[in-house]
């Protein structure tokens, strides 16, 4: 019970913090729509991957409801036991009229994102999203063995929050080489 006796005016702030004991698993397609997979160095779907091996990470993005949206931020959380393969091309330059992403194989994908913010558990990509599904591909290494959680990817417009997506969960297995 919080109580103020006198004149003098009484604030408060809760705040709580904390993770989700499991991954969201439904799908959300409101406006957009996302999915993400991982394929082998050959396109190839893959479910168990060896630690050291590189691989692929597909996410596809589509809007439903317009021709186009812009300023898009797309999250793609890595799942545990892997790390994202920077582009060893990628230009330092954010104003550069040939920016290329710090990850991303730019020959698979048919999306380029205006810009990226890569971490060591997730790829942020912001950009504008079409109505034709569009692609885009960029390489993880897997670093640690055993049975992974696969996080959702994630889409929402940057100003108008009411257009979210959000993909599927799953699992990744990585084994001893």
């Given at each position: 019970?919080?109580r103020?006796?006198?004149?003098?005016?009484?604030?408060?702030?809760?705040?709580?913090?904390?993770?989700?004991?499991?991954?969201?698993?439904?799908?959300?397609?409101e406006?957009?729509?996302?999915?993400?997979?991982?394929?082998?160095?050959?396109?190839?779907?893959?479910?168990?991957?060896?630690?050291?091996?590189?691989?692929?990470?597909?996410?596809?993005?589509?809007a439903?409801?317009?021709?186009?949206?812009?300023q898009?931020?797309?999250?793609?959380?890595?799942?545990?036991?892997?790390?994202?393969?920077?582009?060893?091309?990628?230009?330092?330059?954010?104003?550069?009229?040939?920016?290329?992403?710090?990850?991303?194989?730019?020959?698979?994908?048919?999306?380029?994102?205006?810009?990226?913010?890569?971490?060591?558990?997730?790829?942020?990509?912001?950009?504008t999203?079409?109505?034709?599904?569009t692609?885009?591909?960029y390489?993880?290494?897997a670093?640690?063995?055993?049975?992974?959680?696969?996080?959702?990817a994630?889409?929402?417009?940057m100003?108008?929050?009411?257009?979210?997506?959000?993909?599927?969960?799953?699992?990744?297995e990585?084994?001893?080489?």
């Amino acid at each position: 019970l919080l109580r103020q006796d006198g004149s003098t005016p009484l604030f408060y702030m809760l705040s709580e913090g904390g993770y989700d004991r499991g991954a969201p698993n439904k799908v959300i397609a409101e406006g957009l729509e996302i999915s993400h997979e991982y394929l082998d160095l050959a396109g190839e779907p893959v479910s168990k991957v060896r630690v050291g091996d590189e691989f692929l990470v597909r996410l596809r993005l589509r809007a439903k409801d317009f021709d186009q949206v812009s300023q898009v931020a797309v999250v793609d959380l890595l799942p545990g036991g892997t790390e994202p393969v920077y582009n060893p091309s990628a230009s330092g330059n954010d104003d550069s009229p040939d920016w290329i992403p710090p990850v991303g194989e730019m020959a698979m994908s048919d999306w380029g994102p205006e810009f990226a913010d890569v971490r060591e558990d997730r790829v942020v990509l912001y950009g504008t999203v079409y109505r034709n599904a569009t692609s885009f591909v960029y390489r993880v290494r897997a670093t640690n063995a055993g049975i992974f959680g696969t996080p959702p990817a994630y889409a929402e417009g940057m100003y108008d929050t009411t257009l979210q997506a959000r993909s599927k969960a799953g699992t990744l297995e990585i084994v001893k080489p």
